[in-house]
């Protein structure tokens, strides 16, 4: 079984589209969630190994959703997905906790190659 | 601020602001297309509210709206358009469909689009926060299929009776084989204009607005 990931975006296209992109490369998506909210509640009944998620959300957006995961588990591995790319905002999302952050719209490869990053600073 | 003090400094530095955008923007709309995607010179245009409809042209066309809010330093509205006789096109194109296949715009494909009024919004604003050094932060989208007129009205609605001028930033989004097109709005809030002067000027070391 390749590395759980739990993958958090409103928009259900983009899901799909890192659903497609993770399963090719043999990684099994164990879960989705379309706001933060639900993300760290699906984070606490899953456990998943990585994160993929997006900064503006409804309800709850990306970055307090990093903070609350990491309250939670100070070990979780979050990537941020976002087309934000805004200097501010990366340094935001990587002092709450994030590991890693990809601009919208991505190459499969920049995903798989952040994922990897994080897989081997697990090593 | 109205058009007649926004002098020939100023509408230079939008108008490389809406060239540095619509080149982010062309560039993401590629990748996610896969496929090769033009944009026009931006047409940057500061002009009084009521006087929109005339710039748009035919306001009775049905489009595909994608609108959202940006907060930060330059509050303003952005919206994206569509004409809806494009939309199969483009959604077949997103999903990497044969264009043509398509028959109904189903859950998926209206995420896509708002997913695409998303990414093109973040290219412009990443563009322009760096250009400006400013903070510019969407909201999630919201999309309306309706006639450009209440789409706009929409928007419009929800500006300020003290914002009587618009800055419409307006891009072509051509896509080579299908021909499809898009326009791209920003409309900043009451001040938002007058903060990206200021800060314009700043840089530039400029004295007077003229």
């Known amino acids: 079984m390749g590395t759980k990931i739990l993958i958090v975006d409103d928009a259900s296209f983009m899901r799909m589209m890192l659903r497609n992109v993770l399963s090719s490369h043999g990684y099994e998506v164990v879960g989705e969630a379309e706001n933060g909210r639900l993300a760290v509640k699906t984070y606490q009944e899953i456990k998943p190994e990585i994160v993929l998620i997006d900064l503006i959300m409804p309800e709850m957006g990306g970055i307090e959703a990093v903070k609350k995961i990491i309250e939670l588990d100070r070990d979780a591995k979050i990537i941020i997905c976002s087309a934000m790319g805004q200097q501010a905002l990366v340094v935001e999302a990587m002092q709450a906790g994030a590991r890693d952050f990809i601009v919208k719209p991505f190459q499969p490869s920049s995903v798989i190659e952040a994922i990897q990053k994080v897989e081997r600073e697990e090593e | ?210």
Do not use: C, H
Request: hydrophobic share 45%.
């Open chain 2, 1 to 210: 601020m109205d058009s007649s003090r926004l002098n020939e400094f100023y509408r230079d530095a939008f108008q490389e602001l809406g060239n540095i955008g619509s080149g982010n923007a062309a560039t993401a709309l590629s990748q996610l297309v896969g496929r090769t995607i033009n944009m026009s010179v931006p047409e940057v245009m500061i002009i009084p509210i009521e006087r929109v409809p005339e710039i748009v042209g035919d306001m009775e066309e049905t489009v595909a709206g994608i609108y959202l809010e940006v907060y930060g330093d330059v509050p303003s509205k952005i919206l994206v358009t569509f004409p809806y006789k494009d939309l199969l096109s483009l959604t077949d194109l997103m999903l990497n469909q044969p264009v043509g296949t398509g028959s109904t715009l189903d859950e998926l494909k209206l995420s896509a689009l708002k997913e695409l009024g998303t990414i093109l919004s973040g290219a412009y604003l990443n563009a322009m926060s760096k250009f400006l050094d400013l903070r510019m932060i969407p909201s999630v989208p919201a999309l309306a299929i309706d006639s450009f007129t209440a789409v706009l009205d929409t928007i419009l609605a929800e500006l300020s009776q003290e914002n009587r001028y618009a800055l419409m930033l307006r891009t072509e989004i051509i896509e080579t084989e299908t021909k499809i097109s898009g326009s791209f709005f920003l409309i900043p809030e009451e001040n938002a204009l007058e903060t990206m002067t200021a800060v314009i000027q700043k840089t530039s070391g400029v004295v007077d607005i003229g």
